[in-house]
């Protein structure tokens, strides 16, 4: 079978080649790339050497950002390499400059600059919700993970998580099992699989959802890409479903992210009731407490409401430039 073509525009190609400044010269951070790259002529911009937000990141990138500039041809080189392993494995790439973006991560201000996608994100994938919780899950909390994401899909909803043994594995095989959606957020490059016995299910995933990652598509695993991949899954979603988490876990960290990003966070009410930061994030933080799916469901947005509120925050960024 003839291997398919990975379609990247000029605009893509260059956007990409900023975010390669980073793993070449340190100091420009992709969300602020991101972010810039989101404004009119963003692109342009950055590529003039100039930054348009006024914070702490910008300042202390926007010397790196004018020395990488100077050395484009490195820059484009780290990129063809990377979309060449992307196209081996048949991704495709979505940006922040395209139409397709998700909203959901449109609405939250540490968004990815780009994805790389094994199967397809869709528009009604906005109306999603992320079902995490620890990889060495009680057996009765793994069936309970994949219970929620088998009644989430029966109401049209797509089941986000994060391809880990435990929950994350439960909550994608219980929406595949019933014929649903779901996407998995990779700690890696969408060339990798972690762990390497879900190697099944991502492709699984590929065909009945996406796999996305927000790494090169070459990056293996590492201490800090985890909990990365942990800001793009509250991103991707409107909420969180955490079913089991203690103190110091990545379920919890997620919980904490999706907060800060203003998403839904819900927690089982045996989770509450047996840890005492979940009963925290009740009382003090707007978490919610729940105890079927509609607890969930009640909270959800349709996906035109989530456009109509990107379209009002783009028509208002010109008047802060």
């Known amino acids: 079978m003839a291997r398919k073509k990975l379609h990247v525009t000029q605009d893509q190609?260059?956007?990409l080649a900023l975010c390669a400044i980073q793993g070449y010269y340190r100091g420009v951070d992709w969300s602020l790339i991101a972010r810039e790259a989101s404004f009119p002529d963003g692109l342009d911009t950055l590529w003039s050497g100039h930054i348009l937000e006024n914070s702490r990141v910008a300042e202390t990138s926007r010397d790196m950002l004018r020395y990488g500039i100077r050395h484009s041809d490195e820059l484009f080189k780290r990129?063809?390499?990377?979309l060449e392993a992307a196209e081996l494995v048949g991704a495709t790439l979505v940006t922040v400059?395209?139409?397709?973006?998700?909203i959901n991560l449109r609405l939250i201000p540490n968004?990815?600059?780009f994805l790389f996608v094994r199967g397809e994100i869709r528009k009604e994938d906005a109306l999603s919700v992320a079902v995490i919780g620890s990889r060495n899950a009680l057996r009765l909390r793994v069936l309970r993970a994949e219970r929620m994401s088998e009644l989430l899909v029966d109401r049209g909803v797509t089941v986000v998580s994060g391809?880990?043994?435990g929950?994350?594995?439960?909550?994608?095989?219980?929406?595949i099992g019933v014929g649903g959606r779901t996407?998995?957020?990779?700690?890696?490059?969408?060339?990798?699989?972690?762990p390497k016995e879900n190697r099944q299910l991502a492709n699984d995933i590929a065909c009945h959802g996406a796999l996305v990652s927000q790494f090169w598509p070459l990056s293996p695993p590492g201490r800090d890409t985890f909990p990365r991949r942990n800001v793009v899954t509250s991103g991707i979603s409107q909420g969180t479903v955490v079913i089991e988490a203690s103190r110091k876990s990545g379920a919890k960290m997620q919980a904490r992210i999706a907060l800060e990003?203003?998403?839904?966070?819900?927690?089982?009410?045996?989770?509450?009731e047996s840890q005492e930061w979940a009963q925290i994030y009740v009382e003090e933080h707007g978490a919610i407490e729940i105890n079927s799916v509609d607890d969930v469901t009640k909270h959800l947005a349709p996906s035109d409401r989530l456009q109509k509120v990107v379209e009002q925050r783009q028509q208002l960024i010109p008047a802060f430039l």
Do not use: N, Q
Request: glycine share 8%; net charge neutral; charged share 25%.
């Open 261 to 272: 990003h203003g998403k839904k966070v819900f927690l089982l009410s045996s989770l509450v």
């Open 111 to 113: 968004l990815p600059p």
């Open 183 to 194: 996407i998995a957020v990779l700690g890696t490059g969408i060339t990798r699989c972690y």
């Open 97 to 102: 400059l395209d139409d397709d973006y998700p």
């Open 79 to 82: 990129v063809d390499i990377e």
């Open 167 to 175: 929950i994350d594995t439960a909550a994608h095989s219980g929406a």
């Open 163 to 165: 391809l880990a043994r």
């Open 13 to 15: 190609r260059r956007l």
